[in-house]
């Protein structure tokens, strides 16, 4: 059976170019980074050639980024470091309420620890009004963390115009870019982005392997202690070769970010399309526009989700149901919560989530499938039979 995946938000396939930058760092070139000898220095090479791959793909300097563990690292850094580097000057933060676990998580833990949270309502749409944020700025707060793009919904948020709020109240921005690399072009200067997180695993480096991205100037507290790696600010030995994966995947996937989102859009949308005009009952979740050109999240009334993924899966095709990280739990996605579903909706929604070596009957077969799919399980439904 061929089998097709469409589950890219929740990691990606490492790509031949990324593995061939990758394969001498393991058994060729394996020095430690920090030794001096020459088997040392060429390791520090290739670390300081993908710091500035990363650096380049964001518009900011080499020295601007730090390597991380991952995508969850990088976001309990930027905001636990900004919060404890900056809490003489007050303990408010401000994030939305759709955000990634990593985050909410990060900032349910700084509540335990003294701060205070507000976490930002959105639409219909998954959107953060900059009016909203402007009223909810306070004297004493010091950090805002909004995500640049939703990983359920792909709602894209006006992080510029969000940023501007920020900085007129004296305060840090930082955005969780984890889904964002790769189809948002950023330059974070232009942009006003003083901390930014990002995860390999996204764009086809492999799992395990993120980076930081801090302002010059800007100054956050480490979280752990160890040696005297990424100039003293997050110890521990580097990940050599996923760094170098890391370097050569964002190289790749910033290069031509307008024709890979074409091409992604053309597949999304006609997915988007045909689902809502030859299944009833169903809505998109999230921006018509504004979203992610890979994210299609669909809304099944009458079915539930779980069965609709199984059902996909028997067919070879790889979805999901919500975030990777909370599938496996059977509450409902606070992100599809936030946007205003009754929870019996929320429990039938289906992400499918594109790269660009998905193709066009691949999206029809999955549409196929997913009419014989709803028809099957509907006329399961006692709800749906007595409606
Ligand atoms: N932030 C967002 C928006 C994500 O989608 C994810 C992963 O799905 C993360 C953070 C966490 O990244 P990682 O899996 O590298 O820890």
Redesign the pocket.
């Known amino acids: 059976m061929n089998r097709i995946y469409m589950d890219n938000?929740?990691t990606t396939r490492v790509t031949e170019p990324v593995m061939e930058a990758m394969a001498p760092y393991f058994c060729e070139i394996y020095g430690n980074p920090s030794s001096v000898h020459s088997y040392g220095r060429e390791s520090r090479k290739a670390i300081e050639t993908a710091r500035r791959q990363v650096a380049q793909a964001l518009g900011a300097q080499a020295g601007e980024i730090y390597f991380t563990g991952?995508?969850?690292e990088s976001?309990n850094w930027a905001i636990r470091g900004a919060a404890y580097a900056r809490k003489s000057k007050g303990r408010h933060i401000i994030t939305s309420q759709i955000e990634?676990h990593?985050v909410l998580h990060t900032c349910a833990q700084l509540e335990k620890e003294g701060f205070e949270v507000t976490y930002l309502p959105v639409d219909e749409y998954g959107i953060v009004h900059p009016d909203s944020l402007e009223k909810a700025m306070r004297d004493d707060t010091v950090l805002v963390t909004i995500?640049a793009a939703n990983?359920e919904i792909g709602t894209i948020q006006p992080i510029e115009e969000l940023a501007k709020i920020a900085h007129s109240h004296g305060c840090l921005f930082h955005t969780?870019a984890?889904?964002a690399i790769g189809s948002i072009p950023f330059d974070v200067n232009a942009m006003g982005i003083d901390m930014l997180s990002l995860?390999g695993?996204k764009f086809h480096s492999p799992k395990g392997i993120?980076a930081l991205y801090v302002k010059n100037g800007v100054k956050i507290e480490r979280l752990m202690q160890g040696g005297a790696q990424e100039r003293t600010q997050r110890p521990g030995t580097e990940n050599l070769a996923s760094i170098v994966g890391l370097g050569k995947a964002i190289e790749l996937a910033t290069q031509d970010i307008p024709s890979h989102n074409a091409a992604l859009c053309a597949l999304r949308d006609r997915l988007i399309d045909r689902i809502l005009t030859e299944i009833p009952e169903t809505r998109l979740n999230g921006h018509r526009s504004q979203r992610l050109p890979g994210n299609v999240n669909i809304s099944f009334r009458y079915i539930e989700g779980e069965s609709l993924l199984l059902s996909l899966d028997i067919k070879g095709i790889a979805a999901s149901s919500g975030?990777?990280?909370t599938s496996g739990s059977l509450d409902p996605s606070h992100v599809l919560l936030a946007i205003g579903l009754p929870h019996e909706i929320a429990h039938g929604s289906l992400r499918l989530s594109l790269s660009e070596e998905n193709t066009l009957e691949e999206a029809d077969f999955v549409v196929e499938s997913l009419k014989q799919i709803v028809d099957r399980l509907r006329a399961m439904s006692p709800l749906y039979n007595a409606k």
Do not use: E, L, R
């Open positions: 938000a929740a991952c995508g969850t976001d990634h990593a995500m990983n969780d984890v889904q995860s695993h993120g975030s990777a990280c």
